[in-house]
């Protein structure tokens, strides 16, 4: 059993920075693939970034240059961090772990943590 979660969710003003946490446990050794979601209200859930073996990162066109996710398996911890912050980046962040990536994005999704609110305003 995979369990996430996720903390470090705020409120800032744009322009601001954050980092998220991701702690997982479980049996995670299979699961190479890690990511960041991210759903604003009324909207669809999307993808921001994901990182395979702690190494190969991926980042959605929106966030590159902007955001960094990084991996620490000595501490079980996923991070996202967040500078430059935009209105639109605002939303609730989901860290989620698999053991596949088809398409853009891991998938499909093996684990969920239940989410951060960020907010930019």
């Known amino acids: 059993h995979v369990q996430l979660v996720e903390s470090g969710g705020d409120s800032v003003e744009p322009g601001g920075s954050l980092r998220l946490s991701c702690t997982f446990s479980?049996?995670?050794?299979?699961?190479?693939?890690m990511a960041w979601f991210r759903q604003a209200p009324g909207g669809q859930r999307e993808g921001v970034a994901h990182?395979?073996?702690?190494?190969?990162?991926q980042y959605a066109d929106s966030v590159k240059g902007r955001f960094t996710i990084s991996q620490d398996n000595t501490k079980s911890t996923l991070y996202l961090q967040m500078d430059s912050l935009k209105p639109e980046d605002a939303g609730l962040y989901y860290c989620?772990?698999?053991?596949?990536?088809?398409?853009?994005?891991?998938?499909?999704?093996?684990?969920w943590g239940q989410g951060t609110q960020v907010t930019v305003s």
């Open positions: 989620a772990i698999s053991k596949y990536c088809h398409g853009n994005y891991p998938n499909p999704i093996t684990a």
């Open positions: 479980g049996n995670t050794y299979y699961l190479y693939y």
């Open positions: 990182i395979r073996q702690s190494k190969r990162t």
